[in-house]
Structure formats: C-alpha cells, structure tokens
C-alpha cells in the first residue's frame, strides 16, 4: 500500500529559528495537505496544495508540493512558541472519498529548554 | 460558524462494554469521516459518510460502525471494547463527499477513549 515518510519525527525549536520538514510519498500524488494538531485538539488545516511545483503561503507558513508529486515541504520561518505542536502532512493521489487520504506519523516541534 | 463538536470529550470503559460517540459537522456540510487515532498508528480512516449513506470504510473490524441522520449529525459504535481500542477517535466534516480544493475536512477536537 502507499507510505508517507514524514521526517523529521521531532525537533526542538529556539524561539526565532526556522523550521523545515519534509514528507516523501512511495507514488504520486496530486493533492499535499499540512495540518497542525495542538495537544487535546483535532488537526487543522494548515495549507493546500494542488499543482505540482505550486509554492504556497498562509502567513509565516510556506509549503510546496514537489515536482516529482511524491513529496512535499513545509517550512516555519522566525518560529514563535506557540508554534509548538504535531504538524501531519497528508497526501491524495485520487478524489472519490475523504478515506483516501493518507497522513504522515507527524513532526513533533517543541521548545529548547 | 460553530466548529465540528463532538461528545464526550473524554470517556473511561472496560473491556467487553460498548460505546456510541457523537459529531454534530460545521453547518452545512453534508459529509463526516471519522478517524481513529494512536501514537503507534498514526491517523487512521474508519468509515465516511454521505446522505446517510456509508460511502467508504477503513480497513477495521465490524465491531466499528457508525451511522448518519439527515441533519448529518454522525455517530460511530465500537462494541466489545478491547484494549487497543484505547484511542483518539476524530470526526472530520467536510461539505460535500468528493473532495478538493474548497472541500478539505474540518477535525473537530476529539473523544479520547479510554479502555480499562
């Protein structure tokens, strides 16, 4: 079956770093979602993605879906502390039902002590 | 607009009960999924419903099952509840089945299920 690779699983943020994670995907696909999960909450939905090569912002949020379709970047810049959270990458290589989206296991971001 | 809902929150059962877990979707949207979700699996699919209508399910056993009413508020049952069932059980409305830009899923916050 499909796979999501999600990397990193964690990674610790000084207030003011930029973030990057990425999600790689073993076939192609032609919708990239990223959602963020805060603790005791459900998933929203961070930003979209459609078209292969289509950069996309939602404040200091920007991701990509890649060239190739089978995988995607998401990038923090100037990270603040509420920033904090599980952010899933989630990919579609066909429409027809919401089940067939498939998410990544989560980039855990948390606050350097 | 008022966010997806679901009830309850938090929930402790042993095993063997059952249980019946509820989501009221953002007004106006005709579709609910329902997902469950655990820190070795990951989110995973349960069943999908449209004009209630079941149009996809997940690869779990039948003792989950849910069902929608024509105000397109959902529930989903598990019976004979075993310890793995202990999970994060999300429900997603979205506004109509097919999905695509302008048709992404809103998660509501949750029903934690614990199984004891």
């Known amino acids: 079956g499909q796979q999501l690779n999600q990397s990193p699983q964690s990674m610790f943020i000084q207030e003011g770093e930029d973030v990057s994670m990425n999600c790689t995907s073993s076939?192609?696909?032609?919708?990239w979602l990223w959602y963020k999960q805060d603790p005791g909450e459900g998933p929203v939905l961070l930003i979209a993605?459609?078209?292969?090569?289509e950069l996309t912002s939602n404040g200091r949020l920007t991701a990509q879906f890649g060239i190739t379709r089978k995988d995607s970047f998401l990038n923090i810049s100037a990270s603040i502390p509420s920033d904090v959270g599980i952010y899933f990458c989630?990919?579609?290589?066909?429409?027809?039902?919401?089940?067939?989206?498939?998410f990544g296991k989560g980039t855990k971001l948390s606050v350097k002590p | 607009k008022a966010g997806v809902t679901q009830t309850p929150r938090y929930l402790i059962k042993t095993r063997g009960q059952q249980v019946t877990l509820s989501c009221s979707p953002i007004?106006?949207?005709?579709?609910v999924s329902w997902y469950q979700q655990t820190p070795g699996q990951g989110l995973q699919f349960l069943f999908e419903?449209?004009?209630?209508?079941?149009?996809n399910k997940g690869n779990f056993p039948g003792r989950f099952s849910g069902r929608q009413f024509s105000n397109s508020r959902s529930e989903m049952n598990v019976s004979t509840l075993e310890l793995g069932d202990s999970a994060l059980y999300l429900c997603?409305?979205?506004?109509?089945?097919?999905?695509?830009?302008?048709?992404?899923?809103?998660f509501g916050p949750g029903t934690r299920l614990t199984v004891l």
């Open positions: 993605l459609y078209k292969a090569g």
């Open positions: 419903y449209f004009s209630e209508t079941q149009r």
């Open positions: 989630a990919g579609r290589n066909y429409g027809g039902s919401q089940g067939n989206l498939i």
């Open positions: 007004s106006g949207h005709r579709s």
């Open positions: 076939s192609i696909f032609n919708t």
């Open positions: 997603a409305s979205s506004l109509e089945w097919n999905p695509g830009p302008y048709n992404e899923q809103f």
